[in-house]
């Protein structure tokens, strides 16, 4: 899959028919949008069966119409809906509609976060998703970009890890609301704080040290 999405660029006139042979890389502009309308749509067929369904969803922006869309669907089922968005955000997920308000959050700090991440649904059947592409038409209708399914069990636990605890941030992070207040999340007084990139280095250093003692 990886050469013929280079196989395409290289060429002096991209050659989209080339995409289409992908099995495993979701390409864009071809079928992204689709398959990712339907694994939203597969945790919404869950939330109506009264089973655990999520979306978790990382990016830099978030301005798709079809694929908002799609999101407020499964928000008015119960489907748990977590964003985490650097920059454009063009949802509005506090709406009264919803049967769970989803949590949305802009955490700007330290470090340059550039990463996109899609985790649908729980357990063994949790499927996760690393990209080059924002959810925006730019993205998907008009350029060569990929989206990459994470298969290495350790891997996906690790993503899934990595973006609880950025769920979990309360110091860095603003709320993403309708009303464009962008406040910072409130912190309880009991509350442990949770800076998210300094915890992620954390559990990533500590997790190096793990194996190179000979854990796992």
């Avoid at 860095?172 to 609301?177: E, F, P, T």
Wanted: include cysteine; proline fraction near 3%.
């Amino acid at each position: 899959d990886i050469n013929r999405v280079f196989d395409c660029l290289e060429r002096p006139v991209p050659n989209l028919a080339t995409l289409k042979s992908c099995k495993v890389l979701v390409p864009a502009p071809l079928n992204m949008r689709k398959h990712f309308l339907g694994l939203i749509a597969k945790q919404t067929a869950l939330a109506k069966k009264k089973k655990d369904a999520s979306v978790v969803i990382k990016l830099n922006s978030l301005s798709d119409e079809i694929l908002i869309d799609e999101l407020y669907a499964a928000a008015k089922q119960g489907v748990d809906l977590g964003f985490v968005i650097r920059g454009i955000f063009c949802a509005v997920m506090d709406q009264k509609g919803f049967k769970k308000t989803p949590k949305t959050l802009s955490i700007v700090d330290q470090y340059l976060e550039h990463a996109r991440v899609f985790i649908f649904g729980k357990g063994e059947a949790q499927q996760i998703f690393i990209s080059s592409a924002d959810w925006m038409v730019r993205n998907l209708d008009h350029r060569i970009e990929v989206a990459c399914p994470i298969q290495d069990r350790e891997i996906k636990e690790e993503l899934s890890h990595i973006m609880n605890i950025q769920l979990a941030e309360n110091e860095k992070a603003r709320i993403l609301d309708a009303s464009l207040k962008n406040d910072y999340v409130e912190r309880e007084a009991s509350e442990s704080v949770v800076r998210s990139q300094l915890a992620i280095y954390q559990f990533l250093k500590d997790k190096e040290y793990s194996i190179e003692s000979g854990g796992h």
